[in-house]
């Protein structure tokens, strides 16, 4: 069984930094990528930004791209979201996704699993 678990969020001033964290489990082992959404109330959820397991690729979406970095542990196991400079508009619930099977990694329809989320508030 998959499991992911976020954690890190928070609320925070804008200007600030947090980083986020979303353990794996399960049967990660053919994973190529994994990813961090969000959702803030009333709107889609959106993708931020995928790693890519294998070499550490990365993409982002331009809304966040300069500001935030998603990266890995070494066991490839965990992974993160860095993020600077936050916005009040950054306010969401962010969710972590794995088991991509598609072609656009920004789309939430191309991912299998999902974490239950961790709520950032960035207040101005």
């Known amino acids: 069984q998959v499991q992911l678990v976020e954690s890190g969020g928070d609320s925070v001033q804008a200007g600030g930094s947090l980083r986020l964290s979303c353990a794996a489990s399960?049967?990660?082992?053919?994973?190529?990528?994994m990813a961090w959404f969000r959702q803030a109330v009333g709107k889609a959820r959106e993708g931020v930004a995928v790693?890519?397991?294998?070499?550490?690729?990365?993409y982002y979406d331009h809304s966040v791209e300069g500001r935030f970095t998603i990266s890995q542990d070494d066991a490839k196991t965990t992974v993160y979201l860095q993020m600077n400079s936050l916005k009040p508009e950054d306010s969401a619930m962010y969710y972590c996704?794995?088991?991509?099977?598609?072609?656009?990694?920004?789309?939430?329809?191309?991912?299998?699993?999902w974490g239950q989320g961790t709520l950032i508030i960035v207040s101005s």
């Open positions: 996704a794995a088991g991509f099977d598609g072609t656009a990694l920004l789309r939430t329809y191309n991912w299998r699993y």
């Open positions: 399960g049967s990660i082992d053919k994973w190529n990528y």
């Open positions: 790693i890519r397991i294998d070499n550490d690729s990365t």
